[in-house]
């Protein structure tokens, strides 16, 4: 049985990593890509027959604009402080927010679940 060096197992592990950047960097691109058809387009999400879906998404904050009247609304509502994320609960389907609030709409993200791999988001 011949030995295989260490020097052979690096250059492999090299061109592994270089593979899997050039791959990453695919994939990247193909995100942006689809995210964008999926906006023009304007469809949620895509589904293959495998039952891999892509869906656009984004992330919704909440951003305090008056301090004092946030404060006197997370007391009403039994906040001791402002809670961003309790706020966003109860109000994430309100279509107007009370005032010393505003709603900020972050970028859009690909989401993709598959049966045969992880769940994978950015």
């Known amino acids: ?6 020097v052979t197992l690096a250059t492999e592990l090299f061109a592994v ?4 950047d050039a791959l990453e960097e695919r994939e990247k691109g193909l995100r942006e ?6 906006k023009q ?3 949620a999400f895509v589904r293959l ?13 909440l951003k305090v ?4 009247m946030a404060l006197n609304w997370a007391s009403e509502n039994n906040c001791l402080t402002i809670d961003l994320t309790k706020a966003m609960k109860i109000l994430r389907r309100e279509f107007t927010l009370p005032t ?14 598959s049966k045969e791999h992880d769940v994978h988001t950015e």
Do not use: C, P, W
């Open 17 to 20: 990593l270089k593979e899997k």
């Open 49 to 61: 027959e495998n039952g891999t879906s892509f869906t656009r998404s984004h992330r919704e904050t």
């Open 100 to 113: 010393g609030f505003e709603r900020k709409v972050g970028a859009d993200y690909l989401t993709v679940k």
């Open 65 to 68: 604009t008056g301090e004092q």
């Open 1 to 6: 049985m011949k030995a295989i060096t260490n």
């Open 33 to 38: 890509k689809l995210l964008t058809n999926l």
């Open 41 to 43: 387009q304007g469809v």
